[in-house]
DNA sequence: CATTATATCCGTCACTATCC
DNA sequence: GGATAGTGACGGATATAATG
């Protein structure tokens, strides 16, 4: 950031304005590292879901409208006016309708190989924004109680506001969404980043498994189950029968390796039923780290926000002061200076034009 | 303190995509 | 074509908060 000097009040209006304009365009145009949003492996531009979706509508998601979806939303979703009053509203004004896109972008990904609505993207998305809103909200997009219909009022807003409503996404051709155990070519795939998210994941899960209260073992107590959480075991060990008893594991010779041709209708689906469980367990192990990553990139970019909105602020005085003290010594109309002309300014510049656009936008000049 | 509402977790089912 | 992984949807169980 560079400082501003005053010096003879006819050069300093103009050079003021001019260079003030540049830093608050260059200040508007800090974007999004869009790559770090999610962990999952990036489409072709030709593919991607956005590239399918209709522009948003003619009124821009602006600010106003931001603040007015989440508030309804949450209000809708019955969060409570405590919950809304200490919301950073303010967060989603600059860059809402792209973080909307983005996180949907990302959740497309995720499932690109299955047909899902823009609106099940959105209730992952607006999981995510609830979290601004309310920073008290909990559950996950998936989940059909609480969390999910609050989520689901957000998204319906949130969709609602940004001209997307309705518009059901395509699937991906298959081709391209190999996202089940490697990534496709000219794929990426953070599985470092990835890794220590679920690491972190279990031992969080480790922790509430500690504190519960011992398994129960009652059969009459539904499909739900007992608490078995017990992964120290291997899979044939802890692999019972409907009576019990430890299935048969796999028979030498049986023809092709894990056949389980060999096997009782019974054992065949317990053991599909074991599989499932714990491929159910790691699935949503798998969504939580994903949701949690998002919102720890949703806490930074939060952090980022405010620190460019203080920036702006002090840039807004020092212009302000600038002004009083042109005014002051010299009356000529060239130097009142307003914050739309600097705008204008900038967007001359074709540098700053989109960066001076979205400001504009923002500010409703 | 009992009841109700909400949030979270879990097992299972159904379905698709992929592997062999 | 069977086996399997992955995941959304569903419903039950439990924990916790809110309410009267």
């Not at 979706?53 to 209000?75: C, G």
């Not at 999910?148 to 997307?164: P, W």
């Not at 969080?204 to 498994?209: A, D, L, M």
Request: aromatic share 2%; glycine share 6%; with cysteine.
């Amino acid at each position: 950031m560079s400082s501003v000097q005053s010096s003879s009040p006819e050069t300093t209006a103009a050079a003021v304005a001019a260079t003030l304009a540049a830093e608050i365009a260059a200040a508007s145009t800090a974007t999004i590292d869009t790559s770090l949003l999610s962990p999952f492996p990036s489409l072709p531009d030709e593919q991607h879901p956005t590239a399918l979706l209709p522009p948003p509508a003619a009124s821009a998601f602006t600010a106003a409208t931001a603040a007015a979806a989440i508030s309804s939303a949450m209000a809708s979703a019955q969060l409570g006016e405590a919950a809304l009053t200490s919301a950073p509203v303010t967060a989603f004004e600059a860059d809402a309708h792209d973080q909307v896109i983005e996180i949907m972008n990302s959740y497309q990904q995720t499932n690109a190989h299955r047909r899902r609505s823009s609106v099940e993207a959105a209730a992952a998305a607006s999981s995510v924004l609830a979290s601004i809103a309310n920073s008290n909200a909990k559950g996950y997009p998936g989940d059909h109680h609480g969390g999910a219909q609050q989520n689901s009022a957000a998204a319906a807003a949130l969709l609602a506001a940004s001209g997307m409503h309705g518009v059901v996404l395509p699937t991906i051709p298959s081709e391209s969404a190999s996202l089940r155990n490697t990534p496709g070519p000219g794929e990426s795939f953070d599985t470092a980043q990835f890794a220590a998210l679920q690491s972190l994941q279990q031992q969080q899960q480790q922790q509430q498994h500690d504190n519960r209260p011992p398994p129960l073992n009652i059969s009459s107590r539904g499909k739900g189950g007992s608490y078995d959480d017990d992964d120290s075991l291997s899979d044939d060990e802890k692999l019972v029968g409907g009576n019990g008893m430890p299935l048969t594991p796999d028979a030498p010779g049986s023809g092709r390796p894990g056949s389980l041709r060999h096997l009782t209708p019974d054992e065949r689906r317990a053991r599909r039923l074991q599989r499932n469980r714990l491929a159910a367990k790691e699935c949503r192990q798998k969504k939580k780290a994903y949701i949690g990553n998002l919102e720890a990139q949703v806490a930074d970019l939060q952090e980022e926000n405010a620190g460019l909105r203080k920036e702006l602020e002090e840039l807004h005085a020092r212009l302000t002061l600038s002004a009083m003290r042109s005014s002051s010594s010299a009356t000529t109309p060239t130097l009142d200076i307003k914050m739309s002309d600097i705008i204008a300014s900038a967007a001359e510049d074709p540098s700053n034009a989109a960066a001076a656009a979205k400001r504009a936008r923002i500010s409703g000049d």
